[in-house]
């Protein structure tokens, strides 16, 4: 098992308040791994302070590592999705080349290849002479999942990639996720929908203020206690012919 | 979009046409063949005296000007992704500007040769340290400009002080003319003075593209892609700062290139802000050239200044731009 990223006791304090609190977890390649949480739960602070964007306490491999080395070793999606200008799709993509580029900025077979696969996983060929400024919400939003991917990196960490998105794009996209886990790439991703994250995910991590709650397969982690303590929400999960299939159904608290 | 290739062959085409043209339109009224001559190989003793020490460090500080107004412009849009970003905003023009009226007002100008440039420098160092100490190594673009805004507007209070307590209504009325900008009567002391600081300038400018190209998709994703912020955005200032302090010492304040020519060149570019450096460079230094010899062509016996001509032609075409703007819907 390859580790893409290994935290421990990773711990952001905003004043004195800890918004991630002694968080340790690894991942390891080929694991698809969705981040649940209610809002304020920590989901953003860790994704962010994982990768160094954020001073913390504690360690995260990834943020021990230099600049130039973390671009290639993960891509990072924020949740704002930011596109200052109305460049085309197509250069909006190759923006995810930019760790991999020689001195010179110029553009390599291998990385035109890399623009030309992630703008075909996300099924945004017909897109890649439009103006990014153009498109609409939900087609940015897979713009830019597409300049993540062109990346390349072992490793993708995504904030609330899929909200926003139509059904049949949430799906799309969870299944890009998937089948990059199945290549052997590994995917964080956080999630509101934890139907989708249920169906999808090969794991599981739940945050609750800052700390760790749970981290397991699905069905592990969206126990009834779980679910009622952290989200205060009552929920039918089953198992069915379909596969697993989650709906919350009403407020507990 | 155009090729890039040829949209910078285009370019410098026409600089370098404007450069001449620069070099052949004065006062003077020489001939064609007489300029060159005498630029060329030192023949008439008054052609020689017109054309190297009045035409040419006039065209070629007109050059280096256009050219570090575009290209500060073109990297304050791209770092702020904001395309009403200019040079000026960070208060070094301002703080320049205040240096050069304290030379003016205080006769220090009058009785020390480069006296005012060099205020003027000073002014913008002062500015600089000011702005790098107020809004921190770390830290958003907003908290820049909060202290670009703070900086200029109290250099800019500072100057209508001085002019308010100026005993002396010719002096104040020199200093309001000085503030227009110009490049008349410049000689190559002022080119050598500002070239340094210009080079600099441009150094530290033209390898940000690919930095700013990322900032495309925000400042989080730009840090996630290896860019380090920190270090662009000193680069940024300081290049700007010593692009536009060199340019305010030996002109004084010329206004609208580093608005109008990066937001004109833009969709020649593909809007991509990287690209958008070295013709922004280049169209700044024609806007520049072109708008120096206008003054000299519009009214040569009134010594129209530069920065008033730049300000009529650049307001109009920045209100036809956002017209268009708002028409499309995009910028």
Redesign the interface.
């Known amino acids: 098992m390859v580790r893409v990223l290994t935290l421990k006791d990773l711990t952001v304090r905003r004043g004195e308040c800890p918004v991630v609190d002694r968080v340790s977890l690894s991942v390891a390649a080929g694991e698809f791994v969705g981040l649940i949480g209610p809002n304020g739960a920590g989901k953003t602070t860790l994704m962010?302070a994982a990768?160094g964007?954020l001073p913390a306490t504690g360690q995260s491999s990834l943020a021990a590592m230099p600049?130039?080395a973390?671009?290639?070793a993960?891509?990072?999606?924020?949740q704002?999705r930011?596109?200052?200008?109305?460049?085309?799709v197509e250069?909006?993509v190759a923006?995810?080349r930019?760790?991999h580029?020689p001195a010179t900025?110029r553009m390599r077979p291998e990385d035109r290849a890399a623009v030309e696969a992630a703008l075909a996983r996300m099924v945004l060929g017909g897109f890649r002479h439009r103006?990014a400024?153009?498109l609409s919400g939900g087609e940015q939003a897979r713009v830019?999942i597409a300049?993540a991917l062109a990346?390349q990196a072992p490793l993708l960490l995504a904030d609330e990639p899929i909200a926003g998105l139509d059904p049949a794009h949430q799906i799309t996209t969870m299944e890009v996720f998937a089948g990059l886990a199945a290549e052997g790439h590994a995917a964080i991703v956080s999630l509101h929908d934890l139907g989708l994250a249920a169906r999808h995910c090969t794991r599981l991590i739940l945050l609750g203020q800052g700390r760790l709650v749970a981290d397991g397969r699905p069905g592990d982690v969206l126990t009834r206690a779980n679910l009622a303590n952290v989200f205060g929400v009552r929920a039918f999960y089953a198992r069915t012919v379909d596969g697993p299939v989650f709906q919350p159904l009403e407020v507990v608290r | 979009?155009l090729n890039f290739r040829l949209l910078l062959v285009f370019l410098s085409v026409l600089v370098l046409a404007l450069f001449a043209a620069s070099l052949l339109i004065g006062p003077a009224g020489l001939g064609v063949g007489t300029s060159l001559r005498a630029l060329l190989a030192g023949q008439g003793e008054a052609a020689v005296l017109v054309m190297r020490e009045i035409r040419l460090p006039r065209a070629l500080l007109g050059l280096m000007l256009g050219a570090s107004l575009g290209l500060s412009g073109a990297a304050m849009q791209g770092y702020l992704?904001n395309p009403l970003a200019e040079p000026g905003l960070i208060g070094v023009s301002s703080s320049a500007a205040l240096g050069a009226v304290i030379a003016l007002q205080s006769g220090l100008a009058a009785a020390v040769a480069l006296a005012l440039p060099l205020m003027a420098l000073a002014g913008a160092v002062l500015s600089v340290l000011l702005l790098l100490a107020l809004a921190g190594a770390r830290g958003a673009s907003l908290t820049l400009i909060l202290a670009g805004i703070a900086i200029s507007a109290f250099a800019g209070a500072l100057t209508s002080l001085v002019l308010n307590l100026s005993p002396n209504p010719y002096a104040a009325a020199e200093i309001v003319f000085w503030m227009l900008g110009s490049l008349s009567d410049r000689s190559f002391t002022h080119v050598w003075l500002a070239l340094p600081f210009m080079a600099l300038g441009w150094a530290l400018l033209a390898p940000l593209?690919?930095g700013l190209?990322?900032?495309?998709?925000?400042e989080?994703?730009a840090?996630?892609?290896?860019?380090?912020l920190s270090r662009l955005r000193l680069a940024l200032v300081l290049g700007t700062a010593s692009c536009v302090g060199a340019g305010v010492a030996v002109a004084g304040a010329v206004g609208f290139v580093g608005l109008v020519v990066p937001h004109l060149l833009?969709p020649a570019v593909?809007?991509?802000?990287?690209r958008l450096l070295p013709a922004s460079a280049l169209g700044g230094a024609a806007m520049l050239l072109a708008a120096d010899i206008a003054t000299r062509l519009i009214a040569p016996e009134r010594d129209l200044k530069l920065g008033v001509v730049t300000a009529l032609v650049g307001a109009p075409l920045f209100l036809h731009l956002i017209y268009k703007t708002r028409k499309d819907g995009?910028?």
């Open positions: 962010r990768l964007l600049a130039a973390r671009a290639h993960a891509a990072w999606l924020p704002t930011e596109v200052a200008w109305p460049v085309s250069t909006l923006l995810g930019t760790p580029l900025g103006s400024a153009r830019l300049r990346q | 979009m992704r593209g690919r190209d990322a900032l495309t998709l925000g989080d994703a840090a996630a892609l290896g860019i380090r833009r593909g809007a991509r802000p990287g995009v910028w």
